[in-house]
């Protein structure tokens, strides 16, 4: 029994470490993991905590506003009774004055400043998340590059394994050929030093797709071993999905803030109420003619209205609206080029689909060649050069295909990152 149970979890970890050797993610997930572990995605939550904090404080300028104040002072000259009064003796102000005061005030009315600026400081974090959207957004080109880098070279390597198996062939094939005595030994080398060429290109090719690969782990923080497969993504595409970038969501948040600015203006331009109280204690008190120190209160009703900002409201407001204008016009400007590139990147995938079409036709016109050559050299009326020439004229019209056909399904990507979809 024991043994049956540890043969069950040998195959079943031999299992397990096959499936972690041949891992396969999609451009899909590398986007999803790189949105969430990239550095940048904490700039989200200090945006919030920003806003939270600084609402926080314009809701607590509607609390009592306290202050301590104290004064001690000497005057050269004091109030005096012109006249003098026969049988009074009229007190006289002493010059050194001394006062300390707990004021109290409580705001009834702001003119709406206080919510004008709650409204500023929501805009002022869209507009700050917009921008950190549009940085994210970036992120994305770079990871695309980086996977069909990846998948580019593994159809090259998918090549140079075709034509190192078809050299192989041909080594093992002249070298029958050889001992019979009707092949020489240089056509031999010829095609042994083809096999070493091609053993180096895939030496440089797969140093370079680990190095992508550690690129690629450093973006969906997740380590990607050498053994890792991408999967191929589809080639369809929505050629009348509307531009959904998220530039126009950083244009909206613009406005959104000169629309809450436009608020602020009104409110500088209204008048304010609030209470007030004082308490003190001081020489002289309230009564000025009294030289003792002495408490004394006061308290009231406070109007304050500022005329002056009158001056300038209108041209504030238009400042806002210029402001509003220059976004206006920065979008269009975006759309445009947005737009013209769209119609780049579309005769672009058009040109590769037509590439790939040829491409077709020529590998099967160099196969044809390739095994009329090796008719040929069978019955000795062909160089080992010549044929080689042929093999190679095949790989590197099938590693062409490879390539446009890369270049064909990047383009789309490409596309649908421009359009926003």
Known sequence: MKKKVYLFLGMLSFSLGGMAQNMLITLEECQKKTKENYPLIRQYDLVSLTEKYNLENLVKNFYPQISLNGQASYQSDVTKMPIKIPGMNVPTMDKDQYKITLDVSQVLWDGGTIRSQSVITKANAALEKS?????????????????FGILTLD???????????DLQTNYNWVAAMLKNGVAMVSDLDLVKVELLNAEQNKIEMQTMREAYLEMLSLFVHESLDPSTKLEQPGDILDWEHEIRR?????????????????????AKNSP????????????????????????????????????????????????????RQQVNVQEEVFL???????????????KYQKLLEKDNEIIQL??????AGESKYKNGIYQMNDWIGDINAENRARITQALHKMQYLQTIYNYKYVQGN
């Open 131 to 147: 921008k950190t959207d549009v940085s994210l957004y970036a992120v994305q080109d770079k990871v695309n590059q980086l996977y």
């Open 336 to 350: 445009f080029n947005t737009q013209v590139q769209l119609t780049q990147i579309k005769n672009e995938i058009g």
């Open 246 to 266: 998220p530039e126009l969501s950083f244009y909206e948040s613009q406005r959104g803030l000169y629309k809450a600015q436009e608020s602020s203006v009104k």
């Open 272 to 323: 304010k109420f609030s209470l007030f109280a004082q308490g003190g204690y001081g020489k002289p008190g309230l009564n000025m003619l009294e030289p003792d120190f002495k408490t004394f209160a006061i308290g009231g009703l406070r109007l304050n209205w500022n005329f002056g900002n009158l001056y300038t409201r209108k041209n504030e407001r238009k400042l806002i609206e210029n402001n």
């Open 366 to 371: 160099r196969n044809r060649v390739k095994l």
């Open 155 to 165: 159809e090259q390597l998918k090549q140079l394994d075709v034509l190192t198996s």
